[in-house]
């Protein structure tokens, strides 16, 4: 085998590990609808600490039916409350957030089962690439507590981000 042919088929080798790493990158895990009545809309996704997951979100919802003012999109309204999940962030923002079950109890008195959990919340917006803080399962919702007289939804596109070629 000749050299010129054998870096020839260097380059094919490349290439095509190439194609298939960025096109692994590009296929969506999930595209949900997030709609703004709900506090947290859940994915089904379970992910491992350290994961990147990427999205991208579109649409406008409004965070006060009747309100010219309460419309935004996935960034949220330059504005904070004292009332939101999370506090430092713009209202009405795309947020998600990571559940893990720690175990669940009965109530001995209500017989209500008590759910304990390490929840971790995390800023998402209109585009973001997030390592995950926690493994559990993933939920997404809007900034938010005053859900109910909310209207609209987020479309989210979700990608997870392989790391084996190019990170
Ligand atoms: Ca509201």
Known sequence: MNRKYLSWLCLVYF????SM???????????????????W?????EVQEG???????SGTISLQVGNPEGF????GLDLQTQQQPLPEERLGLLVGKVVRLIKTEVDPETKEIIR????NLFPIGQEKVVTMPSTGRL???????VVE????EFLVVIRKQENRFFD
Request: aromatic letters at 8%.
């Open 116 to 119: 304990q959990e390490e929840i």
């Open 15 to 18: 290439g095509l590990l190439f």
């Open 149 to 152: 007289d909310n209207s609209g």
């Open 41 to 45: 809309t859940d994915t089904g996704i």
């Open 72 to 75: 935004c999109g996935p960034e």
């Open 21 to 39: 790493s960025t096109s692994a990158q590009q296929k969506p895990l999930l595209v949900i609808a997030v709609p703004a009545q709900m506090a």
């Open 139 to 145: 939920y997404l919702g809007i900034n938010e507590n």
């Open 51 to 57: 994961e990147k997951f990427q999205f991208h979100a």
